[in-house]
């Protein structure tokens, strides 16, 4: 066997805190994140079940599915849930939060930062300010924001953040992490609810008591997928997280003048709250664009939104002007025109 070869072997300690250095730096916090060992999607259900509990109010903002399934997690641990709901072509206002907030005197408040199945992104840093305000606990679901735009989870006062490395930091889904608060671990650990000895469980996955160093790897981690993603974060690094953002900043300016060259209009109302990940295209009276297979990253929407908008999946790898011109020549295809000025549009914004 190759000596060089550490493919299976067990992650050391090294590696590990490389791994953790790497998460803290990407997301502005001085707390090490704990690594989920699967999908962000096991990261969002372990911070629901860690947090909700019989007597306690939460706001939750519903701007896609994902919102709607974290509400139903918390419902699920007995929590009192009040849905903020806006239509999944606009994004939640600060004002529409702080009526709930006044109304009701929740204990958190839990949103989705971006969404690449809507194509809107929610003003987090808005969001995070009235909860400071009010003092609340604050969930965020920044899956499809990380990578894409900026997340200080220290200064924004972010208790809860959950990560994953498959939208714009182009790496695994296999592994995911969430950020918590000392904050956030109080209310978890004040929670007699709290999974505990389960795959949920956040409280049995705390590297160490306040801060100590570690002495072992946690040893349900995935080797593999970890090592993935430490060198995908690795090359967020070596490219700059400001110009990740910058790029995905581009491919999504540059997806909205190519689609608008064609005629067509995004599906989200206010061009202030796009996407910097996902371009959604409003299909609404253009036959040619009801298709039910992606083209390269041109995708049918998602469950109820599938016939009313296309998304131009431009992250990870393929924010790149590259990618957006593929997507727009296949629309013009759809559209049956001819892609040149369209083209051309997406190549002024990346100023090439
Ligand atoms: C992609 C995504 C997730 C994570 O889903 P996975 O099942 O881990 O891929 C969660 N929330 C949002 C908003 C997402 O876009």
Partial sequence: MNPEFKGFMPLSLAEFNTLTGLLSKLLYTQHPPVIIPGEAILGIEAVAAGIAAPGRTFVNVVTGPYGRLFGQWLERGGAAVVEVKVPFDEV????????????????????????????????????????????????SDSVSAVGGEALHVDEWGVDFAVIGAQKALAGPNGVSAVSISPRGWEFLESNPAAPRNSILSLLDLK??????????????????????????????????LQQVIKRHERAAASAVAGIRALGIEPWQKDSRHYSTLTTTVRITGREGLLIHQPIGIVAPGDGELSGQLLRINHFGANASRNSVEKAITALAQLLEQEPGQALQAVREVWGE
């Avoid at 160490?208 to 993935?228: D, F, H, Q, W, Y």
Wanted: hydrophobic share 45%.
């Fill in 207 to 240: 590297a160490s008591p306040e801060g100590a160093a570690l002495l072992r790897v946690p040893p349900n981690i995935p080797t593999l997928e970890a090592r993935a993603l430490i060198a995908a974060l690795t090359q967020v690094e070596e490219e700059g």
């Fill in 92 to 139: 939640a206002t600060a004002d529409g939060i702080a009526s709930a907030i006044e109304q009701y005197q929740p204990d958190a408040l839990s949103f989705v930062h971006a969404e690449v199945v809507t194509g809107g992104s929610n003003p987090a840093q808005d969001i995070f300010k009235l909860a400071q305000k009010y003092k609340l606990i604050t969930v």
